[in-house]
């Protein structure tokens, strides 16, 4: 008879999840997580360059400003 019991890998040992029967034959059966074959989002190097502008930052005041212009165009 085979039972299928899981366990977490802590450093280096593995810890079984439930209890295993004493003088058990266990095999291992090591699961490694697949790697996504593209990377989620947007290189940070593409934002950098994304974000830099030819002018200056605007002003806390000025963003303010935008900040409640698009409340007004939201809510009314």
């Given at each position: 008879?085979s039972i299928t019991i899981t366990g977490i890998?802590?450093?280096?040992?593995?810890?079984?999840?439930?209890?295993?029967?004493?003088?058990?034959?266990?095999?291992?059966i090591v699961e490694v997580p697949e790697k996504?074959?593209?990377?989620?989002?947007?290189?940070?190097?593409?934002?950098?360059?994304?974000?830099?502008?030819?002018?200056?930052?605007?002003?806390?005041?000025?963003?303010?400003?935008?900040?409640?212009?698009?409340?007004?165009?939201?809510?009314?």
């Amino acid at each position: 008879m085979s039972i299928t019991i899981t366990g977490i890998v802590t450093n280096g040992v593995v810890v079984p999840i439930s209890p295993l029967p004493e003088g058990a034959k266990v095999q291992v059966i090591v699961e490694v997580p697949e790697k996504r074959a593209r990377p989620r989002g947007v290189p940070a190097e593409q934002v950098r360059g994304i974000a830099a502008g030819d002018g200056s930052p605007p002003d806390d005041e000025t963003v303010n400003r935008w900040i409640q212009e698009r409340r007004v165009e939201k809510y009314g």
